[in-house]
């Protein structure tokens, strides 16, 4: 073979080699849009499956909630018949809630059959037979307090209830016996709203809950605390009506009541509390501690004013250095060193500073 025709026997093997290569990308990319158009095919046909299964889904869940539209229209008027039965019964027989039904006819509720799986059927004698169907249960439970405060776990259960308070599902405690014959649901004021309310009676003759026996304290400081007792409204009887009409000391059989008025001269309307007037108040103080036949030490003021505070007259010239350096109102702690109880008798206005046992308060 000459050497030409070797060369070009070499170039055609190169180009079928070319050729080859190009005819297997080829395949490559028609295998390749295969599997793509594969991959999507099935995607679609997935999401397909899925839309139809939604489709029945929503198909299901419409014609339950017709049927619970249709169960609820016959409970409703079931419950309408028979609470106006009832409700004719209870005008002419009183009953226990006579009193109630008197202010506002309530009409009891009660639990319906259904054919709905989570709803409590309800038998013959119209009383849920929960024990039937625990498909009810919540699987919850709540303490209730029982006879004797007993503690009582109680289940609840979904229940369906039609009655003029309250009407669809709620979730009740169950228990096998009510307290009240012919009652089968009781509505608690969390159902009912203000609807239903507690038996409260009026009471004619109250009695004090308490036997009236001292207490320890009181026994040992016999005095301090029948004096403790005695509150503004009964002193001013006394001062107002005198002691003829006073029934305080007498019928309590208290110690004597010493009485000690502090007035400043010329009074003012409003206790300001000026030089005189807090010294008579250190004075006073100082007798009735002295005193053993005093036990506590009550301080009042007048009808419109218990104190209006610092005389702001006696003030208005002095510096604060005055005031501070001077110790300007270092006799009004006498108050809060007396060892007897002292109780303030506030009357109207109460301004300012008041020194009460270490215990600074302002008040109006
Ligand atoms: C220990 C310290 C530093 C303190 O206590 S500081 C607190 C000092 N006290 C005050 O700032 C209270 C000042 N008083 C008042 O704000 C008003 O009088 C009150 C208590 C709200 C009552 O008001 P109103 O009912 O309108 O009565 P009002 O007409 O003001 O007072 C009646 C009279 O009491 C006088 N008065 C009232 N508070 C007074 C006071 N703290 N010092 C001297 N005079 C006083 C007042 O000047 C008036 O006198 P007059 O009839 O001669 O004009």
Known sequence: MSEIEDSASLQVRLAEI???KEKLKLQEISEQRQTDLERDRMKHQHELELAKLQLEENKLSLERDKQRESVRQTGLVTAIQEGKALAEKMDTEPTFSEHRTRRRKLLPAHAIDTPDPDVVPVNSSGRPSFEDNVLSATGDSVPVRGIGSTQLN????CVNLESDLVQGEVVVGVLSVLPVEGVDVILGNDLAGVLVWGDASVVVSPKPTSSGELDDLAKR???VFPAC????????KHREYGP??????EDLDLPPQTEHTCAPEPPQALNALC???MTEVGRALDAFEADGEIGAIVITGSERAFAAGADIKEMQNRTFQECYGGNFLAHWNRISTVKKPVI???NGFAVGVLHANKTIMYAM
């Open 244 to 249: 003829d009409h006073s029934n305080s000391s």
């Open 344 to 346: 303030a008798a506030v």
């Open 18 to 20: 070319e050729l080859e």
């Open 275 to 277: 030089d005189a007037l």
């Open 154 to 157: 109680v289940p609840l259960h």
């Open 229 to 236: 007792a005695i509150t503004r409204a009964m002193a001013r």
């Open 221 to 223: 400081y016999p005095s």
